[in-house]
């Protein structure tokens, strides 16, 4: 990465049709995010982070 922003040794996006679904069912399921992290445009989240890191690696979910 060019520069530093969240993630030990990297991050590895997950592309969704739907962030706020995807968000919502991984919540149903245990998983909790960094809601600092969400980026919206026209009321969608458009991007956002998990809590935790996985390996060194920040996970965050991305609209495709």
């Known amino acids: 990465m ?25 919540q149903s399921r245990g998983v909790e995010f960094n809601m ?6 026209d009321g969608k989240t458009t991007a956002i982070y998990l809590k935790e890191e996985i390996g060194g690696f920040a996970v965050h979910l991305v609209k495709k």
């Open 2 to 26: 060019k520069s530093p922003y969240l993630g030990e040794k990297g991050h590895i996006a997950i592309g969704t049709t739907d962030v706020d679904k995807a968000v919502e069912y991984l």
């Open 36 to 41: 600092d992290s969400a980026k919206t445009k």
